[in-house]
């Protein structure tokens, strides 16, 4: 039957009581109305009643609890943290299979830093790959957590970079080696303003981390108020990247360290 106006009823969903990430959430509450008449409905808003407002969490807290929301038609529950660490695990498990099968390369080759190496990690043909990205940017979100923005060394970050932002999990930006002579002239490319206090820089392999020390003075020469929050690389070579990093009182996080790939695709050459 045909009608001039919709006659709306109200229906919630809640989820259990539950602490997350120290804030107090008693319930989470979408509410949809419907109309009595023709069926149509509509989702209205997304709170927490009797806790703080969805608009208020930090966009890393919404992420992780939209990660863990599970919705059982009439309610909604959060899974526990065990299940979706499992998850990060298999999305380690993948990653680190897809740098031994499309990364890690046994040739003699002269590295960045102008040493020799009986092996090279071309950690782009696996930062460039749709699958490869995907994980990448979760792992990488988790091990950065809280910052206000992400940002890397061209062009080893730039994937990262992409990755990150295209998820929309961080704004990102991008510091050169050298200023462009044209333009702007700009050192840095991208989402890095006066208002940032914390941000993280992002890299695909470490080796002697020069790069990476260059990368972190040229933002603190321009924004000597930021604070270096974490340094993060998906492969350390060990060659002293991280008591370089040291050096400057900054701790470098590694994914996983250039020996780990070597053992783990010796031990599956064994097999076969």
Avoid at 47 to 71: A, P
Avoid at 118 to 136: P, Q
């Amino acid at each position: 039957m045909l009608h001039l106006w919709h006659r709306w009823k109200y229906v919630y969903k809640y989820s259990g009581t539950e602490c997350f990430e120290e804030v107090e959430l008693p319930q989470f509450r979408r509410a949809y109305r419907i109309c009595t008449q023709c069926g149509k409905v509509q989702e209205r808003f997304t709170h927490f009643d009797g806790g703080v407002s969805w608009y208020n969490l930090h966009g890393v807290k919404k992420r992780i609890l939209m990660r863990r929301l599970v919705d059982k038609g009439d309610h909604y529950y959060l899974r526990p943290r065990a299940q979706v660490k499992s998850t990060d695990a298999a999305h380690k498990r993948r990653l680190k299979q897809l740098l031994i099968d499309y990364a890690l390369i046994f040739d003699d080759v002269k590295l960045s830093s102008g040493s020799q190496s009986t092996y090279y990690i071309d950690a782009r043909m696996v930062t460039t790959s749709s699958e490869g990205a995907s994980i990448i940017a979760e792992i990488m979100r988790d091990v950065i957590e809280e910052v206000d923005a992400v940002g890397g060394p061209t062009i080893g970050a730039d994937p990262i970079l992409g990755a990150l932002a295209g998820k929309g999990y961080y704004r990102t930006f991008i510091i050169r080696k050298e200023p462009k002579e044209y333009g702007l002239c700009k050192w840095i490319e991208g989402q890095l303003t006066e208002k940032d206090k914390r941000v993280a820089i992002v890299d695909d392999v470490a080796t002697t981390g020069r790069s990476l020390v260059k990368a972190i003075q040229t933002v603190k020469g321009h924004f000597p108020h930021i604070n270096i929050a974490k340094v993060v690389v998906l492969v350390d070579r060990e060659e002293g990247a991280k008591e370089a990093l040291s050096e400057h009182n900054y701790q470098l996080v590694s994914i996983f360290k250039a020996s780990e790939l070597i053992k783990k695709l010796k031990e599956k050459q064994k097999e076969e």
